[in-house]
């Protein structure tokens, strides 16, 4: 079972920023995308932003031009860039991978790492 963990998250003044990634335990193939989610108390799981094949990525609409994902393929590290932070992007940010099973997708889940925005 493959296993993603994040680090980076913290606390952090509005304004600031903030790095996080997430590392594989082993090499993963038959990816078909890498994700960011967050999600704070009483809500539901966001998708944040999604890295496809291709290189092309898609945000979610409150953290465009403020936020950024990539990838380093060498070392299967998914990293989101998070600038101008806000109060309300507070949350647990999850990484996901999702890689192409026998017959249907399979979703891999890190932990989460806790991300506060306060002054």
């Known amino acids: 079972q493959v296993q993603l963990a994040e680090s980076g998250g913290g606390l952090v003044q509005p304004g600031g920023s903030l790095r996080l990634s997430c590392a594989a335990s082993e090499t993963l193939t038959k990816i078909t995308s890498m994700a960011w989610y967050r999600q704070s108390p009483g809500n539901q799981r966001d998708m944040v932003a999604l890295?496809?094949?291709?290189?092309?990525?898609i945000y979610a609409e409150s953290v465009k031009g403020r936020f950024t994902v990539s990838r380093d393929s060498a070392t299967n590290t998914l990293y989101l860039q998070m600038n101008r932070l806000r109060p309300e992007d507070t949350a647990v940010y999850y990484c996901?991978?999702?890689?192409?099973?026998?017959?249907?997708?399979?979703?891999?889940w890190g932990q989460g790492t806790q991300v506060t925005v306060s002054s």
């Open positions: 890295l496809v094949g291709g290189g092309s990525t």
């Open positions: 996901n991978v999702q890689t192409m099973g026998v017959s249907s997708p399979i979703d891999h």
